[in-house]
């Protein structure tokens, strides 16, 4: 709050800019750019974005929904800057937690080849680097980046540059201000890069915030300012509970307590539950998870068995790579990721363990819509980008009892694998029978008709929703779960569909390059004269929303489903 306004204050929206880093910090500037009165709609269905949006207000500068990213965001503005003759600042506000990125540490390592006045504000929470916050070290930054420090330093420097021994000279004060700095502040870190360091100051002080980036403007170079900050500030139970606060749904305000919590079993504890259970049973498993341990569903994993539970900050890139070198010697890592982050990495997918083949598991959390996140947090891709990956075998699980046979499946296989589920409650139909999980093959629910849906991982809810009611109107189709994205058992599939007369694909994922378009290419491939259509998320981005809301504006909600089979099968008896 207090930096929000100490930022409006010193610099000139939105000539300078400000980039907020995740933007879950962004709120309070939120309200103060012109959106108070559109703040009750914040992160629902056709309201404002819970993140900086450029087409929502002209004082947003960038879409900033992952981490990590503003400080090079920053570098190019600036550096545009500089080359088309623009005036204004570029400021990057960025989180201790999203310097443990390895994007925000490239960017580091590049600024520093740019003697640009690039500005970086380091709101450090007390979540990751020193709280060595104190009078005499912020009185320090004063003194040595004040207007009048500052005029001295750059005056001293051009007459040491004409003077004799001024080379020499200069080398020696220039050592003497670095060994102030390291000695009293972990400003070394910042200084050794080339960027200028301010603080730590008090971040709750708007006078100290705001004459440090006064101060920071007057440099010739790059320059980070270090404030430090209580998580929740201001509000007692944010500030007891930092974690859960970081990013929450509706609450009461009195208690803290969230409003209208599901107390359902979610995809996300099975899947901890079930990796607890293996874990006691086999000592060669481990978990892996990128700052997310509690939404990944690991933290009474990381209890049990702390010395097998690893939590590398955000950096999936590291996660995987670091998985693939447990791999290597004998441990069955399993690296719990978010969909949407997991884009990251996919690299490390390809490189470093799907070539060598390594039995590393991929436990892809939220696939498919998420809500109030939006577009920069859907998990609709997951499925199109694994699909290209030779080696990998891909799990879509459609219920709870397939997803502990799937983490089951995955150990015995010597393989890379995916398993890709969603957010939100589990589907737990107990009217199904529980078959017997078979790598490749698809579970057949219903063969009774000449029309066949082919429904594809935790859609299934919406998909048996809708084939229940095709049913009630006497509207006979076939019901088909896909288990396997990658292997396909395809001659038992092509085996199943030869006599039918359409085959229509269901998936919660991209339309292009999707599974429905691969069973479109497999059927053709076998010379398979039968139409198919494929619903699934048509290529565009979705806003944010509640999931219900989001499926049916994608057309893949039950009444959706169910209207356009039946219209399908409407064209074909024409």
């Known amino acids: 709050m207090e930096l929000t306004l100490a930022l409006l204050k010193v610099f000139d929206l939105p000539k300078d800019k400000i980039i907020w880093d995740v933007s879950h910090q962004a709120y309070a500037y939120k309200i103060l750019t012109g959106r108070l009165k559109d703040f009750h709609t914040l992160r629902q269905y056709g309201g404002i974005s819970g993140f900086s949006r450029p087409e929502e207000s002209i004082y947003d500068t960038t879409i900033a929904g992952h981490a990590s990213t503003s400080i090079s965001s920053a570098i190019g503005i600036t550096l545009a800057n500089d080359i088309l003759g623009n005036e204004g600042k570029a400021v990057a506000v960025i989180g201790d937690g999203a310097l443990t990125g390895g994007v925000a540490l490239e960017a580091l390592n590049n600024i520093g080849a740019f003697k640009k006045n690039i500005i970086i504000v380091l709101n450090d929470n007390e979540m990751s680097i020193s709280q060595n916050v104190g009078g005499f070290s912020a009185y320090l930054s004063k003194s040595l980046t004040g207007a009048v420090a500052t005029k001295m330093r750059y005056d001293f420097k051009q007459a040491a540059g004409d003077a004799p021994f001024g080379s020499t000279v200069l080398k020696i004060a220039k050592k003497m201000e670095k ?36 101060n920071a403007k007057l ?15 201001g509000y007692a139970h944010a500030e007891n509970k930092p974690d859960i606060f970081h990013g929450v749904s509706s609450f009461n305000k009195e208690t803290g307590a969230a409003l209208g919590k599901s107390t359902s ?3 996300t504890n099975v899947f901890g539950n079930k990796l607890c259970c293996m874990a006691e049973k086999h000592k060669n498993v481990a978990a892996i998870t990128a700052a997310m341990k509690d939404g990944t569903g690991l933290t009474e994993f990381a209890s049990k068995y702390s010395d097998r539970f690893f939590d590398v900050g955000i950096a999936e890139q590291y996660a995987l790579a670091f998985a693939s070198g447990l791999a290597v010697a004998g441990m069955k890592p399993y690296c719990a990721i978010y969909s949407t982050f997991l884009q990251r990495a996919y690299d490390q997918i390809i490189h470093d363990i799907a070539i060598a083949g390594l039995p590393v598991t991929i436990c892809v959390d939220r696939g498919g819509f998420v809500g109030a996140d939006g577009s920069t947090h859907h998990g609709i891709y997951d499925i199109a980008y694994l699909l290209a990956v030779p080696n990998l075998t891909i799990m879509l699980p459609k219920d709870k009892y ?11 296989l010597n393989c890379p694998v995916a398993i890709r589920y969603a957010r939100g409650n589990v589907y737990d139909n107990k009217n199904l029978p529980q078959n017997k999980l078979e790598l490749g093959k698809v579970e057949v629910i219903d063969n009774s008709s000449d029309i066949v849906i082919i429904s594809i991982g935790h859609i299934f809810e919406e998909v048996y929703r809708a084939y229940n009611k095709l049913k009630e109107e006497n509207q006979n189709v076939s019901l088909i779960n896909l288990r396997f994205a990658k292997p396909i058992d395809s ?3 092509c085996s199943l569909l030869k006599d039918k007369k ?16 691969m069973i479109t290419a497999l059927v053709n491939n ?7 259509r494929n619903i699934a998320v048509e290529d565009k981005f979705y806003e944010h929303g509640s999931v219900a809301e989001l499926r049916h504006d994608a057309g893949i909600d039950a009444l959706s489903i169910y209207e356009k089979i039946k219209s399908y099968m409407l064209k074909a008896k024409k």
């Not at 400003?187 to 200028?196: K, T």
């Not at 997803?403 to 089951?408: G, K």
Request: hydrophobic share 45%; charged share 20%; proline share 4%.
């Open 402 to 412: 397939e997803l502990e046979a799937m983490l089951e499946l995955s150990y015995e």
């Open 219 to 233: 440099q010739k170079r790059p320059v980070l300012v270090h404030i430090a900050t209580k998580k929740g500030k």
């Open 502 to 517: 359409m085959v229509i694909t269901v998936e919660e994922g991209a339309l292009l390059g999707g599974a429905g378009q």
């Open 526 to 532: 076998n010379e398979l004269d039968i139409p198919c």
């Open 491 to 493: 001659d038992y599939l």
């Open 265 to 267: 079993l979610s995809w």
């Open 179 to 214: 060994i102030m700095i390291s000695a009293v502040s972990p400003g070394s870190f910042f200084e050794n890069l080339g960027i200028r360091y301010i603080g730590p100051i008090d971040g709750h002080n708007i006078k100290e915030v705001a004459t440090a980036l006064t």
